[in-house]
């Protein structure tokens, strides 16, 4: 199913220097007059979707993109430099940027719409300022705990255990075993581009696996990448993620009281793997008010259902 809306070109864009070496590019489209709304990437280090504004009515939104530190148009590039893409990069390093972009930008408050690692980043942000937020849309439902990286990254392997040989003999060996997202994160900052590119593609075709069985799934989602920004986005996961993205465990889950009176829509597919339904069910009991929406035939990726659903909050918000 196509996106609702065609493509488009941006109002305005620009570079925010965010401070520690880091500039953050950011995008505007539609209507410079309308309803603030900020887009949140997944990832983390995928770098912000070209079509994502044309989910939301350009005569009635001003949607902002941007990508985050060590990726996309953002410098310094994790794809070029490890040790200067990943500097000060941390949840709470993104959850300040998000805040210099909004007064950047003359925003007071904005809706935040995002998926995957976007979730998780989104909810962070909103528990930390929740009076900067209006509403709330998130799909693909995720808290990066560490219980949720530990399914990712080894418990999911039960339904691919070739892959899992793989991936974990890419880490270890052929005989080894340990924490394999630590071990990919020493390899992928190996200085050897031999050790990097190879961790690189062995880290994507895992994520490619977990992705196969879903309906809107294609080969290569991730091994297709340009190297460049393949790199920057596995150095930036398994740097995220074998920190436990800088949070407590169950954090978002525990604080999400905070979010309360701020409108919200979740929209999870049941048959995603990566990221299973009982993280966006156990926030939905959580969040007073919030409405969670079961799309029983979509994944990780979505679809067409997802889209729909989405974009019918995001308009029913732009009346607000």
């Known amino acids: 199913?196509?996106?609702?809306?065609?493509?488009?070109?941006?109002?305005?864009?620009?570079?925010?220097?965010?401070?520690?070496?880091?500039?953050?590019?950011?995008?505007?489209?539609?209507?410079?007059?309308?309803?603030?709304?900020?887009?949140?990437?997944?990832?983390?280090?995928?770098?912000?979707?070209?079509?994502?504004?044309?989910?939301?009515?350009?005569?009635?939104y001003r949607v902002v993109l941007f990508d985050q530190r060590g990726c996309g148009r953002s410098t310094p590039h994790a794809g070029e430099s490890s040790s200067r893409g990943l500097r000060d990069n941390?949840?709470?390093?993104?959850?300040?940027?998000?805040?210099?972009?909004?007064?950047?930008?003359?925003?007071?408050?904005?809706?935040?719409?995002?998926?995957?690692?976007?979730?998780?980043?989104?909810?962070?942000?909103?528990?930390?300022?929740?009076?900067?937020?209006?509403?709330i849309v998130i799909t693909g439902v995720t808290t990066t705990c560490r219980s949720e990286i530990d399914w990712l990254y080894r418990?999911?392997?039960?339904?691919?255990?070739?892959?899992?040989?793989?991936?974990?003999?890419?880490?270890?060996?052929?005989?080894?075993?340990?924490?394999?997202?630590?071990?990919?994160s020493r390899l992928l900052n190996d200085p050897d581009p031999r050790v990097h590119e190879k961790a690189a593609a062995d880290w994507c075709?895992?994520?490619?696996?977990?992705?196969?069985?879903?309906?809107?799934?294609s080969p290569g989602f991730y091994t297709g990448r340009p190297d460049k920004a393949r790199l920057a986005l596995t150095r930036i996961?398994?740097?995220?993620?074998?920190?436990?993205?800088?949070?407590?465990?169950?954090?978002?889950?525990?604080?999400?009281?905070?979010?309360a009176g701020i409108p919200g829509v979740l929209v999870h597919g049941r048959l995603d793997l990566g990221s299973p339904l009982t993280t966006a069910w156990e926030l939905a009991r959580a969040w007073p008010g919030v409405r969670l929406i079961v799309e029983d035939e979509a994944g990780h990726l979505g679809g067409g259902a997802m889209h729909a659903h989405i974009r019918d909050a995001l308009d029913r918000f732009a009346a607000l």
């Open 205 to 217: 075709a895992w994520e490619d696996a977990v992705l196969s069985l879903e309906p809107a799934g």
């Open 237 to 259: 996961c398994a740097h995220y993620f074998s920190h436990g993205a800088w949070l407590e465990e169950g954090e978002l889950i525990r604080e999400a009281h905070r979010l």
């Open 155 to 184: 418990g999911v392997g039960r339904f691919f255990p070739e892959q899992w040989d793989r991936f974990r003999a890419g880490a270890f060996g052929e005989a080894g075993d340990g924490d394999v997202v630590a071990a990919y």
């Open 1 to 60: 199913m196509p996106l609702p809306r065609p493509p488009a070109l941006p109002s305005d864009s620009g570079v925010l220097d965010v401070g520690d070496g880091h500039r953050v590019h950011w995008e505007v489209y539609g209507d410079p007059a309308g309803k603030p709304a900020l887009v949140v990437h997944g990832g983390p280090g995928s770098g912000r979707s070209a079509t994502a504004h044309r989910l939301f009515d350009p005569a009635r």
């Open 90 to 135: 941390t949840t709470h390093h993104l959850v300040a940027d998000m805040e210099l972009l909004r007064e950047h930008l003359g925003v007071q408050r904005w809706l935040l719409f995002g998926g995957s690692w976007g979730s998780t980043l989104i909810l962070a942000y909103a528990q930390r300022h929740p009076e900067r937020v209006s509403e």
